[in-house]
């Protein structure tokens, strides 16, 4: 039916509610409605109000329906909200769904020609843009009349909640790099949205923008620019990758940043090559951590199941390389489009045989920079490979925070040995193996290829070896070996970020998690503690573990582990590694394919726990 | 009486390897004999070579040549992975590499056409016996039409040529030899050396356990008899001197010789024997492969030769210093660089 916006609920007389709400933008996929979201997002952002933009978006390039949630909070909360107050209802295929996903006093801004086939709702409040005839007055070329009519509910935000135009004119030309060009055309319609709902629509909502300075000093980037970031200030040389949702904007984010790396003669101290496959892809990391420079790929789960051989190389004959596992929804193609922490067994395991991989779990922006540069360092250290484990919401939607601190500590190439060192090791022990360990910590020496000295060749081999790299069938060598990689896991534990532990809330109640749930996480213990139920949270940075989350989950009488896969992998790693009196650890396991939201994990825990 | 030492002082023998494991007779292990002969010859310092290599007999040889040198045996069909991320890694060293017809023409197809058409710039020998030795005896996709093996019966899928595919895929150096044509092997490894690009050597190289029988156009019997080269090759290196001059580059009548000079100043020449095969023409290189293949002639000798076009480092605009040897401060921007990209990203 029809809806009149005039005559829907009066001017409202509720108390206002001043930055703190949520918006879901419902449009069709290709549309356009990326720049609008971001402009949205960004400009809340400048406002200083906290705020977080978060794509649900379908695999498909024009169409298919598409959703983009802003959550704007005054107390810093960013989780993704489960209802939002606000919907944008510019898709007329699941219009009338938004709708019905409205709490009561909520808000809808449409066009009035959805407006017409959506089932009325008389508890919300409805506005209606008339999107066609407000592009007929534009003076946009037709060509792209398409690609900006989103910017009519940008201007009719803006006007309904308080954002200011002349900020999101700034928004604008940032966005577009600096050319007023296309900011003015945009920026035409948005002006024209909002003077036409300033003249037209009267407000019936008590939803408003209020500048604030909770943003000061912070910065807003999606976790795969931050790990790119990360990888730049690690010294990444050689970057070789496929192109996989939600991963490409990694490289993309080691493309944008390669310049801060570049000579004076702008040459290039990275590489980077587009390859055939994954498999490829990690063949070229594999050959350029074992010639001794730094190298990564990025890639997703498919691509991850095509590298397993190569893991399992690596694993074994000690190359450093970094895998970012920027991780959708399995199995198979999946959700290829959706968020997931179900790589976690899979990566871990990964290859064939006996062994683990080392593994690196960043929960947040910040993290995602410190492991981009640190997973280097971890890396070559331990002559291994090493995976960040990363999710497409923390890789491809922009998160708020505090700006990355500089790498403390110095670059380590790990135990390489040049010619004279090499000499100095040949003197003092008699002999020089690839795979000697004489410090007992399960790490050999290595020489790389150039190094001039006649005994520092060897051959490398995914084959049975001995301590001198030569191939060995002899069950005693194989034990042998397979006991130093053990020792060498153990040395990792100690070596690798501890977990975040906060024991603040002197609980009976553990929570332990990983990766980006934690947002969320943070906001249900404030809201249990509201209630009077205590919690304290561990959370799981690396892999292997470290004993400290053993001791956790040994001082709390119930442990929860709250993870966004099906399975509860963390709890099934738990059980694994700490096999004794653990009747009281139990999965809080979703996997939907969203973000985590607080009230899921409040409802969830205050059931469980009774 | 000392060894007889080459330029830099080093014995032959100091160019070996470990001994090999492969069936007395493989030959393979000739191919890795030339591989030390070329070493030696040309007097290269073992450090700065690299030995890749895929799964397979043939891929177990780098263990047996250039003791001196770094070596990686890496996965089945993936060698040109490895190597390609090796080179960019250190763009000084050289790398001999070695595969199979399995490992190349099957489950490293799309490599092989790939590490080509970036043009990494190494030597890349197939050593093509047309069967699978370690797995005891299965066609490879190189194998004849028709051809029958003892456990699997007759071969119904038609051959897959590697040094057509390697001109069709860009290759700028391609040769086709046989392994008991140790000459032609030497001079075609040491032009192959000297190419900055990718140089291909598909080298038939007889499986005397599996696929010898004289009715196989991949035993040495077979090859013996019907190796039809298309040129004598000499190497001519770049301090070579002779009455050059008076060859008249390019003319067949003159002299029946044809120099080609190489980047580094070097020549390949050419002796014309009975036919009129000019590698620098792509056009006739594939028609000389095609015809060899319909024809069942065994035509050997440098097929496909053009300059060198930029390589894979070239086209990455990388630094001049090897990546593996750049200091902190090519490694890390400075603190005030992440400022910067702080500031720019913060509410002014």
Redesign the interface.
Known sequence: MAINAQSQLKVDTREPVINDFAFSVATKNGSGSQTSNNVLVQSLFRMGVPVNGKNLFPSNIKGLPTWYTIRANKDGYTARKAITEIVVAYNDGTATEDVANLPPGGVCITTDKIAKVIDHRDDISYYEIPVAKLMRQTKVPSAFRKLVENMTYVGAVAQLFDIPLDLIYQVLLDNFKGREKPALMNHAVIELAYNWTADNLVKTDPYRFEKMDGTQGKIMMTGNEAGALGAIFGGVNVVAWYPITPSTSFVDGVIGFRHLRQSEDKENTIAIIQAEDELAAAGIVVGAGWAGSRSLTSTSGPGISLMAEFAGLAYFAEIPAVFWNITRMGPSTGLPTRTSQGDLLFTHFLGHGDGRQICLLPGNLKEAFEFGWMSFDISEALQSPVFVISDLDLGMNNWLSDPFDYPDQPINRGKVLNAAELQEFIDEHGKWGRYLDVDGDGIAYRTLPGTNHRFAGYFTRGTGHDEMATYSERSDDWIENMQRLRRKMDTARGMLPQPYIDNSGAAEIGIISFGTNDEAIREARDWLRNDGIKTNYLRVRALPMSSSVTEFIDSHKSVFVIENNFDGQLTQLIRLEHPENISHVRPLALGDGLPMTPSWIYDSLKEMEG | MPPRTNQIGLARNEYRG?PSTLCPGCGHDSISNQIISMAYELGL????I?K?SGIGCSSKT??YF??????????HG?M???????????K??ACIAVSGDGDTGSIGM??FK?VIR?NVPFVYIIENNGVYGLTKGQFSATADEGQFLKYYGTNHMPAIDLALEAVIAGATFVARSFSGDAKQVQALLQAAVRHPGTSVLDIISPCVTFNNAETSTKSYPYGRDHEIPLHEIQILAPDYVDEREEIVIGDYEAGDILDVEMHDGAYIRLKKLDNDHDPRNRRMAMDVLERSMREQIFSTGLIYYEEPRPT??DT?????T???Q?D?A????S?A???G??QK???S
Request: net charge neutral; glycine share 8%; hydrophobic share 45%.
């Open positions: 470990r310092e073992q450090h700065k690299i890749m780098p263990a250039l003791g001196g040198s770094h070596g990686f045996n890496a996965l993936r040109p992975s490895v190597a390609t991320g090796a080179l960019l890694a250190n000084e060293l799309g490599q790939h970036r894979l480092a990455e605009e990388l630094v001049a090897p990546l593996t750049l902190e090519q490694m890390r921007p603190k660089v992440l400022d990209v702080m990203l913060m509410v």
